[in-house]
């Protein structure tokens, strides 16, 4: 087969399987956050506690049709659209083994599913598999290398951590003259990081985003592990009697949700009554600052237990949450059909989220392997670029985490993974020291027995 027919049929199975996983899952999950956004989009009215600018895409996609079917069409366009990209790039640089690994790997069943669900995660990965695929097989034409670009910084509108994954992508689509030397790299980055930082509060701005004290979530989530840990009161003062033993029983290092006002049993001391104390003398920054310079040792016990629960590292499976099978109950009642095949896909997503290759934490040590293998992408190597962008933002959850999901981690597990497939089918990369090779790939060994130990 040639390799023009060879990528039209690649082009063509994803069509296909694009197909078929939009009608596995017609016309899209939609959970608690995805029915307030799309509450937003209808009334046009933004508050910013989840992205406003998802929002108003949503408004807009209104126009195809209602309810989660015109995002759930985007997202499958942007996962398909960028997984059809990467095979496009790895064929056509002769790596066929790579190619095969790329696609195998666009079938686990737990991206499949949370491509099947409308979320924020879901649009953002997708536009960063768009974005670096055009990179990875365009890179000689400029129009690709803009079209890319503006992805990333639309990409970065969606979520408040969207620097790190963006930035080492964004640099690979400057000119490779900007990144020649490290002096140039350094600049280069610099500028590069300025749209980046912009875009949501931009974005935000532009859509008259109301202020929801969704930043509030993070420090009263650290200020109650500060005090969970140090067994002290962080908080600023309430009228709760004996807060040390209230906030013992309310923290848990999986999320910040018994603080948040939603749940069957909210804790009494939360977002509610600590939204104005916070404001307060310095501000909630300063509150935050004051705690963690008096306890940080417990700062980062707690810091670091939340962070081994959302990579799903040391943990007890039944304890973390799953992935949603189902819509949440709506107004407007809209569900997804019964079916027997996305039944066994979810069947094989929840066991596959139990055994090592579904949890984070090995693709996160997996890609920080790959940069032992290759650290530096100033030849333009869009895999390293991609293991930079998938490495720094799963490593971003460890300090601006609250929850703990896997779809978090979408980005980074299949950026890993496509990285992985890129990298480790070079001869070249068997042909380095064993030393080397042993240092970039023993952790993965390690951290997969340490997970599989505390399991028992």
Known sequence: MTDRRAILAGGGAALMLALLHGALFWPGIMTWDAIRQYGQA??????????????????????FGAGPAPMLVLQLALY????????????????????????????SPIVLVLVGTVLKDSLFAGALLVASGLL?????????RIVAALLLVAAATLRFNAVP???????????AAWRRTLPRLGLTAVLAAIPLLLALPLANAALHAKRSGVELSLVIYDLGGIGAFAA????PPTVVANPVAVNRDCYSPISWDRYAWWGTAPCAIGFTNLAAPLKAGHGPYGWWAAAVAAHPLAYAAHRLAHFDRNTRFLV?????????PQSDPNPWGFTVAPNGARATLQGAADTLLTIPPGWPICWLVLGCGLLVLRPTFGD??????????????GFSYLPLSVASEVRYHF?????????????????????????RLGVALAPVLVVTIAGLVARL
Not at 90 to 105: D, E, H, Y
Not at 165 to 175: D, E, I, N
Not at 380 to 393: H, I, K, N, R, T
Not at 423 to 434: D, G, I, V
């Open 80 to 107: 398909w659209g960028g997984t059809a990209l990467w095979l496009h790039a790895a064929w056509t640089r002769g790596q066929r083994f790579a190619a095969g690994a790329i696609g195998l790997l666009a079938l």
């Open 136 to 144: 990875a097989a365009r890179p000689e034409r400029r129009a690709a």
């Open 42 to 63: 209808l009334s046009g009215q933004y508050d910013d506690w989840h992205p406003p600018a998802m929002n108003w895409l949503w408004r807009q996609l209104g126009a």
């Open 411 to 435: 980005w980074t597990m299949s950026a890993v993974g496509i990285a992985a497939a890129l990298l480790l089918t070079r001869r070249s990369t068997w042909r380095m020291p064993r030393w």
């Open 380 to 393: 333009g190597d869009p895999a390293v670029a991609l293991v930079w962008s998938a490495v720094l933002y």
């Open 232 to 235: 002290r009161d962080t908080f």
């Open 316 to 324: 007890h499976d039944a304890d973390l949450p799953g992935l949603s």
């Open 165 to 175: 994954a963006c930035l080492p992508l964004l640099l690979l689509a400057a000119p």
